[in-house]
């Protein structure tokens, strides 16, 4: 996929919030109206840093190797969450259990991306002279070792 199948989602998603926002600011205590909007950063954020351009600079600026995937998997998270917190405010109801709903909400989206994050990091040292575990066929197996 070349990064005009990104760039252009991230610019409309760009017009979409900027069209929203004067009604954020004349509104900000609806939660539907909050819940819309970070839905439309969240998804415009996604499509601009999972452009290959955009990875690769992100990840020399940072010079951490793969520091954009924890940062596309955050904001893919967010996305989630958003979508989640739509749907809880579309759904209606007393505002106390919207709250609450939105709370646990959160949390488990926090607690996922975290047990994500920990699951994900690997326990043992890495091998060979790219990072990664190799077999070639001339790497001798325990069967063959053992002649």
Same mark, same amino acid.
């Given at each position: ?60 600026? $940072? ?5 954009? !995937?924890?940062?596309?998997? /955050?904001?893919?998270? %967010?996305?989630? +969450? #958003? ?25 488990? $989206? ?5 047990? !994500?994050?920990?699951?994900? /990091?690997?326990?043992? %040292?890495?091998? +060979? #002279? ?18």
């Amino acid at each position: 996929m070349s990064d005009l199948a990104s760039f252009i989602p991230a610019a409309l998603g760009t017009v979409a919030v900027l069209v929203r926002l004067p009604s954020l600011r004349r509104n900000t205590r609806d939660p539907l109206l909050r819940a819309v909007v970070v839905s439309l950063l969240a998804a415009t954020g996604v499509f601009y840093f999972g452009a290959t351009s955009t990875i690769v600079k992100v990840n020399e600026i $940072t010079g951490v190797p793969n520091f954009a !995937a924890p940062l596309l998997y /955050s904001l893919l998270m %967010a996305c989630c +969450g #958003s979508g989640i917190i739509l749907i809880i405010n579309w759904r209606g109801g007393p505002p106390a259990c919207i709250r609450r709903s939105t709370g646990w909400c959160c949390a488990g $989206t926090y607690a996922a991306l975290a047990v !994500a994050m920990y699951a994900r /990091s690997p326990p043992s %040292a890495r091998h +060979g #002279s790219n990072g990664w575990r190799t077999w070639t066929p001339t790497t001798p197996t325990p069967r063959t070792s053992a002649k």
